[in-house]
């Protein structure tokens, strides 16, 4: 039998991929290469201890409240520790914004680097082993290194983004991210403890017809919003909404769709914050050929003004978008 047939090829390991596609990076010293290999590497921790949540004492809540109020889950704070470490201890990264800190974290390093992340995502989910995700985004410092952090460091405009990227700890765990040219997907291989490269140059359908939103919200909704949702139902679309942004965002970015959270009558601004959720998934989306906005704007391109800003999200194919934005 022929050998090749016999040593199938294993693929492109995400440390050769990062590698081979430095040196488009601006002014690439290899750092953010390295900055994403930790980003991987925590998120390996991480998988670990969600793939085993239901037979140690990490589940449920820990009895304290997160910035924006929400119950902090065992596993939100462990996975913030899993972070926080993994990012400060390379020295690329200046400053830490994270769901899980009310204030930004300065580092007191001469990085680079900014990061913005929401460790765990959905983190509701995990007691009922429901998919959950990690979002990061990456910024370059603005400040001169040896200066003090400032804000024009910290609340930086979702363009000013050189990387982003989430983790989806699904029925397979995958890592999604894009440095401005493109996105790929890599699916851990836990037998090896690798990512490998398993959906290279990911393109969003124009169009789709599944539409994620919490429609038991739906009396506090827009009128605009109201008459999508019932476009939807007249064009006979899918609902699916998994109550977790990434499964539903990694499901529509694969088969085209929409996810919506639009402003309701309890969260004028909606649910979703600008800085760790929107920012990174509106440059992925972009990059795949789709769209983000806020349901005016392109999410990208809005001042941030305060670390744990909520923003109406609405994101997906570019086609789907444009009609929301109509309605
Ligand atoms: P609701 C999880 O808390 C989250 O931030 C997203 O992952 C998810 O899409 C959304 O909130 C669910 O919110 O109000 O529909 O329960």
New binding site residues.
Partial sequence: METSRIALPIGTALDRFIKNNQDQFQYTTGELSQLLRDIALASKVVNREINKAGLIDIMGAIGSQNSGG?QQQKLDVLANIRFTRALSKGGEVCALISEETESYVDLNNEGKYVIAIDPL????NIDVNVSIGTIFSIYRRKSKIGQPISEQDILQKGEEQVAAGYILYGSSTMLVYTTGHGVNGFTHEPSLGEYFLSHPDMIIPQDGKIYSI?E??SNSFSPGIKKYLQYCKDQNYTAR?I????A?FHRNLLKGGI?L?PATSKDSNG??RLMY?CNALAFIVEQAGGKGTNGKERILAIQPTSLHQRTPFYVGSWNMVDKVENF
């Fill in positions: 929400e995502d959905g983190s509701s919490n038991g919200l909404y109550g977790s942004l990434i539903d996810y959270y649910k979703l959720e």
